[in-house]
């Protein structure tokens, strides 16, 4: 951390200043200018995360060196972590397809709606049972219902199921049923929500909020991190932007900005990164070109009567025919779905 003063800073400031920075373990290197005066300090600096040193009246300005987040960044390990769901790795060489409907909106439709994806290559199952709507009057989701079809799909099927958790309440409950936690995006800054997950040690997918940075993003995956759990695997979903011809703006530079920061996977949602059926398939296939660790794409038997995320849920057979343009390009890059 570099601490710049103000000018003419009277030495009883710089000598409170300096024995706080001690008080906290950590060495102040002081380097006296014609002008100013910059103090150096040495050692983890994140200790003083809880400082306000800018409420110091000596002190202009204050520049991060370290990043804020530890467990979640490459310096704190530099390979590949793999995070394991059922029988699959999220992180290595193949890359992982999760697939289903938005809603788990009934047994048989969510049965069908499984049989197809896993015929057209899809290794993991999604459907949400707690859904987080805009509106109070949309369908909300089968709740613990829709858990219980999650987990027949998962026997019947075998592939392992992720779904959304909304609620520090619901974590038990759906830590019984599913083998992934997804945290969606209005919950990304749910910090209790992320400590509750954090004491389990079952998988979190968990996805970009709709105006998160990527550094608030890895801070939130932190909480999952520092409370034990080290299976993360962010999601980018789209955020927030001006433009309004797509629902969100899919932020793919991400992906190789992920591999640089951190060692966590990372996969990419074109579903609702684009909220349009037409442009996920070139996105899928950009985000895997990109080095995507896996995709999350929204399929229904029959999207026009879905009852969540229609217009962005492609037909089995679409997906299918997108399942073997990325292996194509899986295939390119040295890796395989
Ligand atoms: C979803 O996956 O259906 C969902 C609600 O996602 P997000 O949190 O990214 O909006
Ligand atoms: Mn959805």
């Known amino acids: 951390m570099i601490i ?22 950590l060495i102040p290197h002081i380097s006296k200018g014609k002008e100013r005066t910059i103090i150096g300090v040495i050692g983890d600096e994140r200790v003083l995360q809880t400082v306000s040193l800018e409420s110091f009246s000596c002190v202009e300005k204050v520049m991060q060196i370290l990043k804020p987040y530890k467990l979640a960044s490459k310096d704190f390990k530099s390979t590949p972590t793999l995070v394991k769901v059922g029988d699959y790795f999220i992180g290595g060489k ?6 289903g409907p938005c809603s788990v909106e009934g047994r048989e439709k969510f049965l069908k709606a499984a049989k197809m994806v896993k015929e057209a290559g899809a ?25 219980k079809i999650l987990a027949e799909a ?18 038990e409950l759906v830590n019984r049923y599913a ?35 990527v550094e608030e993003w890895l801070m939130s995956a932190e909480y999952i991190l520092s409370n034990g759990n080290m299976n993360v695997v ?41 909220g349009k059926k037409k442009l996920i398939p070139a996105m899928a296939r950009a985000a895997v070109a990109a080095g995507a660790d ?14 969540s995320d229609g217009d962005q849920s492609l ?3 679409e997906y299918s025919k997108l399942v073997k343009e990325v292996e194509k390009i899986a295939k390119a890059i040295d890796r395989k779905i």
């Not at 509106?135 to 709740?143: A, D, E, K, V």
């Not at 392992?160 to 609620?167: A, F, G, K, Q």
């Not at 945290?183 to 040690?201: D, H, W």
């Not at 399929?299 to 026009?304: G, L, Q, S």
């Open 123 to 147: 290794h993991i199952l999604r459907g949400g049972a707690f859904k987080p709507r805009t509106s109070p009057y949309s369908f909300q989701g089968l709740g613990e219902e829709g858990l």
């Open 4 to 25: 710049v003063l103000k000018p003419k800073t009277k030495s009883k400031d710089l000598k409170h200043l300096i024995s706080k920075i001690k008080e906290y373990k």
């Open 179 to 213: 083998d992934m936690f997804q945290i969606g995006a209005r919950n990304m800054q749910n910090f209790e929500l992320l400590k509750e997950v954090g004491k389990t040690n079952k998988p979190v997918l968990l996805k970009r909020g709709l105006m998160a940075t």
């Open 234 to 274: 962010l999601c980018e979903r789209g955020i927030r932007t001006f433009e309004k011809a797509t629902r969100n703006t899919l932020d793919l530079s991400t992906v190789p900005l992920i591999k640089e920061l951190s060692h966590l996977p990372i996969i990419i949602d074109p579903s609702h990164g684009t």
């Open 94 to 99: 193949q890359v992982i397809l999760i697939a």
């Open 294 to 307: 896996g995709l999350t794409i929204e399929v229904h038997p029959n999207p026009a009567e879905a009852l």
């Open 154 to 171: 998962r026997d019947i099927f075998n592939m392992p199921v992720v779904t959304e958790v909304l609620d520090t309440r619901h974590v």
């Open 315 to 317: 037909l089995p057979s």
